[in-house]
């Protein structure tokens, strides 16, 4: 059983920034890769950003060069950094962490883009 614990959602402009971070605990043995789904209300969850154990990072296409996604050495902690923000990265945000031949999911985080 693996928890993954959410923060930073919420309000913000057009143009503005937010950090998301998501934090994995519990009977952990290793963790394979950690990263970011989003989900706007009609429409296909997304990938956003992901980072392996061994470092390799891909970005969905919408995102490249205004999200930074980042983590600790053991990738226990992830963060997704998130700048120049639009109206159309409005969405829910799910963290995932993949172990032990599962994928586990956060609850989500509310990103809301509006002036």
């Known amino acids: 059983q693996v928890q993954l614990a959410e923060s930073g959602g919420g309000l913000v402009q057009p143009g503005g920034s937010l950090r998301l971070s998501c934090a994995a605990s519990?009977?952990?043995?290793?963790?394979?890769?950690m990263g970011w789904y989003r989900q706007a209300p009609g429409k296909e969850r997304e990938l956003v950003a992901a980072?392996?154990?061994?470092?390799?990072?891909n970005y969905g296409d919408s995102v490249k060069g205004r999200f930074t996604i980042s983590g600790d050495s053991p990738r226990s902690t992830t963060y997704l950094q998130m700048s120049s923000l639009k109206p159309e990265d409005t969405a829910v945000y799910y963290c995932?962490?993949?172990?032990?031949?599962?994928?586990?999911w956060g609850q989500g985080t509310q990103v809301t883009v509006s002036s």
């Open positions: 995932y962490s993949d172990q032990t031949g599962a994928r586990y």
């Open positions: 519990g009977r952990i043995f290793s963790i394979n890769a």
């Open positions: 980072i392996t154990s061994g470092g390799s990072i």
